[in-house]
């Protein structure tokens, strides 16, 4: 008897099925392990709660009625939900002058700093590449040293010379050689806006070079055989070409005045010219928080549509590209006749507008009375005198003063591993946004770490001030901590850094991952061993981009210092605070001083490009 064989379905199903499963399963366990995968879900989840809960955070409160609120609000309960604090800020008889002045007066200054910075610096920068001007090295140098001091310095500086005497404080340099400055040339809009466009136009010649030297001069020197002349190829080809750049740095200074604290405090609060950002901080220390943290959002939501509206007009286009047959050959364009006073312009703007209001900062820590100049008044007491009743209410010098030391520790500490923690987030982060570009999570990532840059330096601030004042999730009360100011100056950072990490990243071909992972090297072995050597250069430049960036921001922690937490620049806003100029004077050119050698250093060990890291992946 025959038996024909007949094939178990249900068998075969059940093999289909667990086959399936285990592809399934093991496509999940691929995807769950893959480096680029962890890395993203994890930035987002920590970003998410480190930028986006603060700001709802903060947006909640502002609805909310505190104990502090019961006597600003009879009637009312803790916890109970209102919108007077919003009606206070925008419709009631104090907006004015809690915000409608000081948002004008911010928007006059930021517009006005923003054009001037954004001018000089480009043409700075045009100069500085396309032409035959001599002493490149020299003004190269010069250029960059706005972007190493804090602001408040030249604002001290810019005191220190023009200022009368009539608002508190000694004399200035002017007044002690026999000359009287106009007042509104010492305290008030004009030297807000002056300052600040010192300040920032560094920015803008980094910025404008970066895309400048990507930019083939053999197109320029087509107009010049087709007879253009040098003003006509200016408008006409190079300006056009280097137009995103310069909309991009229009926008960056813009919300860096618009945000800035220090500046409008030492120059305008003498002169109760209050902008949006002073309005912020003095409302927060008079104990309004709540309108502090409206204005705080007025604030973010001015440099949120700038930032908008650079989108829109540069559109889409992230990179600079001309058609050249001989590569990217640079041919210098020569000045003629402009060349000598051109020269002679560059450094009278450079001995006078740069480096002597250091001089001057440094010449006063060495006076025994400000604003008198003599070697007759010589001293060094303000760097290294004992205690004398007689100077300063008996103050020693900041050599001698404990309270130098222990300013000078936290700085160093701070800037040191913000930009040592910065500077491998921002590679990890770049090398995520770089491998991840086209794809949703990429560019959610990349969205997340730009978001720090729509909120000004004094409003994040406010934002970790209201977030950390009390235990959040798995953190504890941060508030008056060091732990606090490192985290909040990575996050703020995070812009800078995962840009520089990004344009790092580009450059390094992705077959170099590949062949590692065939030869069977692990992700960290691989990001050790590749990755992070051919990053040097880019890595170096990331790391001096944070360090300085921390060192020179006093509005990013204004609100979150304690007597255990005070930084160098703290210490000098005390000092300026209490009319102990001298003090400042010495606590400014420290601070210079570590700038600089360690920009210098970090130049010797490494090319350091800072264009880099402000471009980043734009």
């Known amino acids: 008897m025959n038996y024909i064989e007949t094939p178990n379905l249900d068998s075969d199903s059940n093999i289909r099925k667990r086959s399936k499963l285990r592809r399934i399963k093991n496509a999940s366990i691929g995807y769950l392990t893959n480096p680029y995968n962890i890395i993203v879900a994890c930035s987002i989840i920590i970003l998410t709660y480190l930028i986006l809960v ?45 915000l409608y002045f000081p948002l004008i007066n911010s928007i006059i200054v930021g517009l006005s700093s923003a054009a001037l910075a954004v001018t000089f610096g480009s043409l700075m920068a045009w100069l500085m590449l396309r032409s035959d001007l001599p002493g490149k090295k020299f003004f190269s140098l010069v250029m960059i040293i706005p972007f190493m001091l804090p602001s408040w310095t030249i604002a001290l500086a810019w005191m220190t010379i023009f200022r009368t005497g009539t608002r508190g404080g000694a004399p200035g340099f002017l007044v002690s050689i026999g000359l009287t400055a106009p007042a509104w040339l010492a305290y008030g809009p004009v030297p807000i806006i002056l300052v600040l466009s010192i300040s920032n136009f560094a920015f803008a010649y980094l910025l404008v070079s970066g895309a400048l030297s990507s930019v083939n001069s053999e197109v320029e020197e087509m107009g010049e055989i087709m007879g253009a002349g040098k003003l006509r190829m200016l408008r006409k080809i190079t300006f056009p070409l280097v137009l995103p750049a310069i909309f991009s740095a229009s926008i960056f200074i813009f919300a860096r005045a618009i945000g800035s604290f220090s500046v409008p405090a030492f120059l305008g609060m003498r002169v109760n010219y209050d902008t949006i950002s002073t309005m912020m901080v003095f409302s927060i220390r008079m104990r309004d928080t709540n309108s502090g943290f409206i204005i705080s959002f007025v604030l973010i939501a001015m440099v949120a549509a700038a930032l908008y509206a650079n989108q829109r007009a540069i559109g889409v286009r992230k990179s600079y590209a001309t058609i050249g047959g001989k ?45 008198r100049y003599g070697l007759e008044y010589f001293t060094l007491h303000y760097w290294i005198g004992a205690s004398n009743p007689s100077i300063a209410a008996g103050l020693p010098g900041v050599f001698r003063n404990p309270w130098f030391w222990q300013s000078l520790r936290t700085t160093i500490l701070l800037t040191l591993i913000t930009a040592t923690i910065g500077t491998i987030l921002g590679q990890l982060l770049g090398y995520a946004c770089s491998r991840g570009r086209g794809k949703l999570s990429g560019r959610l990532l990349e969205q997340l770490t730009f978001l720090p840059f729509m909120i000004p330096s ?31 100056s990575v996050v703020n950072n995070l812009p800078f850094s995962t840009r520089a990490g990004v344009a790092n990243m580009l450059q390094i ?17 691989l990001f050790r061993k590749i990755v992070l050597p051919l990053a040097k250069p880019g890595f170096l430049s990331g790391f001096i ?48 001083a570590i700038v600089f050698v360690v920009y210098i250093v970090a130049k010797k060990i490494g090319k350091v490009d800072l264009a880099a890291g402000l471009k980043g992946g734009n």
């Not at 955070?57 to 919108?83: C, H, K, N, Y």
């Not at 071909?509 to 072995?525: Q, R, V």
Request: overall charge neutral; hydrophobic content about 55%; aromatic content about 16%.
């Open 327 to 371: 590569g990217s050959r640079k041919n210098l364009l020569p000045l003629g006749k402009w060349k000598y006073p051109t020269l002679v312009f560059l450094g009278l703007f450079s001995v006078l507008g740069i480096l002597f209001p250091i001089i001057i900062l440094l010449v006063e820590t060495v006076m025994l009375i400000p604003g």
């Open 545 to 592: 981009l944070i360090f300085v960036s921390v060192i020179r921001d006093f509005d990013l922690i204004v609100l979150l210092i304690t007597p255990r937490t005070t930084t160098l620049s703290y210490m000098a806003w005390w000092f300026l605070d209490d009319k102990y100029d001298s003090y400042a004077n010495a606590i400014a050119a420290i601070i210079f």
């Open 509 to 525: 071909g992705y077959e170099l991952e590949e062949s590692a992972s065939i030869g069977g090297a692990s992700f960290l072995k």
């Open 458 to 488: 004094v409003s994040f601030g406010a934002l970790y001030l209201s977030m950390f004042a009390q235990p959040r999730l798995f953190l504890p009360a941060l508030y008056g901590t060091f732990a606090l100011l490192v985290l909040i």
């Open 54 to 98: 603060p700001l709802f955070d903060m947006l909640r409160s502002t609805f909310v009625i505190t104990v502090a609120d019961l006597r600003r609000i009879p009637g009312s309960q803790v916890g109970e939900l209102t919108w007077f604090f919003w009606a206070r800020v925008f419709l009631s008889d104090v907006s004015s002058s809690l």
